[in-house]
């Protein structure tokens, strides 16, 4: 089963920029669309982009215009590229599936804080 290892996570500063990655211990050629949640504590995650196997994406509203998602299939990765960071992007990252879910990785912390 595919094992997801997300990183790139970090402290900083509003306005700032971060580039996520989620690593796939198998192939994601199989998988049609991944995508990437936000998690702030007492809150359930929350679905903010996706992208099909063929490179459509979607964004939540609070992020639509700031962060860029992509993949390499090839490489078995997915990329969150955050711009234009606000304190209320702070919240732990996942990347998965949509449901059925794979195994959750450990999620990489995103923190904007001046």
């Known amino acids: 089963q595919v094992r997801l290892v997300e990183s790139g996570g970090g402290l900083v500063q509003p306005g700032g920029s971060l580039r996520l990655s989620c690593a796939a211990s198998?192939?994601?050629?199989?998988?049609?669309?991944m995508g990437w949640y936000q998690q702030t504590p007492g809150k359930q995650r929350e679905l903010v982009a996706t992208?099909?196997?063929?490179?459509?994406?979607n964004y939540a509203d609070s992020v639509k215009g700031r962060f860029t998602i992509s993949r390499n299939n090839a490489k078995n990765t997915v990329y969150l590229q955050m711009n234009s960071l606000k304190p209320e992007d702070t919240a732990v990252y996942y990347c998965?599936?949509?449901?059925?879910?794979?195994?959750w990785g450990q999620g990489t912390q995103v923190t904007v804080s001046s």
């Open positions: 198998g192939s994601i050629l199989s998988i049609n669309t």
């Open positions: 992208i099909t196997h063929f490179g459509a994406t």
């Open positions: 998965n599936t949509l449901s059925p879910f794979l195994p």
